[in-house]
């Protein structure tokens, strides 16, 4: 029959094929099989070089990873260029382009993310252990990853934040030196010596563990409030992660405790109520004034 006849001519040509591409097949494999050797060789030699520079752990995979993709990617397309006689390396290039194209758009969020993560990686500032914060998180890094980054918060809880977050908004790094600046408003009555109450803010303070004596503590009356004269208190201290908050209390409580001593009022707010008539005291109802 014709199509009994049209099929095996097919497989025999296939197969014919098969037969003679055989070298091809063996070669490329051979190729694919240098290549690994290559690439593992290359990642150690990677590893060797970049362990002598002062590099975060994150940029140090990520170089080895780039050793090893190149190589792989080299042999890859060496492999196919030999195995398909007919793919030349030009059509091969091209076709890789529109499918780069397509595959950038696909993934375009892990790209993002990813490319952030190396440039994170790359700028000195924000490393593993300092704490930061960055659109409502805060906490400190544990780990930075080439796509996410691990900020653990004071209570315990782990967020992940994709890394283009964290490189397309503003970031405050606390820990970025090993001291920092802090403020707290105190406010005291109307009727008391600004004089006394600066040398019991300023006793009270200095009084604090944590403070940094060699840096310069400011008391300064800064506003007639309401019901009180505010004084704005600054001083330094360590800048390591939950003592910043722990520091601020002590600093209050030691304060409380000094005007306190010094009979110094912290006064609550006053408010005076005004009237347009007369309003009887002391009547009972149904009495006239």
């Not at 004071?154 to 967020?159: A, C, I, K, M, N």
Request: aromatic content about 6%; glycine content about 8%; some cysteine.
């Amino acid at each position: 029959m014709p199509i009994i006849e049209i099929l095996s001519n097919q497989i025999n040509e296939m197969a014919a094929g098969l037969i003679a591409s055989l070298p091809a097949i063996a070669i490329g494999l051979l190729v694919l099989a240098v290549t690994w050797l290559v690439a593992r060789g290359a990642g150690r030699i990677a590893r060797a070089i970049v362990g002598k520079a002062e590099l975060r752990p994150g940029l140090r995979s990520l170089i080895d990873r780039l050793v090893r993709l190149g190589v792989w990617l080299a042999g890859i397309l060496t492999a196919a260029i030999v195995m398909i006689p007919d793919l030349s390396p030009a059509s091969l290039f091209a076709g890789l382009g529109i499918g780069s194209v397509a595959i950038g758009f696909a993934f375009k969020d892990i790209f993002e993310n990813f490319l952030a993560g190396v440039l994170i990686m790359l700028r000195k500032k924000m490393r593993e252990g300092d704490t930061i914060e960055c659109e409502g998180v805060l906490g400190t890094v544990e780990h930075i990853a080439l796509r996410e980054t691990y900020v653990r918060h004071f209570s315990g809880e782990l967020t992940i934040m994709p890394n283009s977050m964290l490189f397309m908004n503003p970031v405050e790094i606390w820990t970025d030196t090993d001291a920092r600046r802090y403020d707290v408003t105190v406010g005291v009555a109307y009727d008391t010596d600004l004089d006394a109450a600066d040398a019991a803010i300023r006793k009270a303070v200095e009084s604090v563990d944590h403070v940094i004596a060699d840096k310069p503590i400011q008391i300064l009356a800064s506003e007639f409030n309401s019901s009180s004269v505010d004084f704005h208190v600054r001083w330094w201290a360590p800048s390591t992660g939950a003592a910043t908050i722990e520091n601020r209390d002590q600093v209050i409580r030691a304060i409380k405790r000094e005007l306190d001593a010094a009979g110094i009022e912290i006064p609550f707010p006053y408010i005076t109520h005004t009237f347009k008539e007369r309003v009887p005291l002391g009547t009972k109802p149904g009495e006239s004034a």
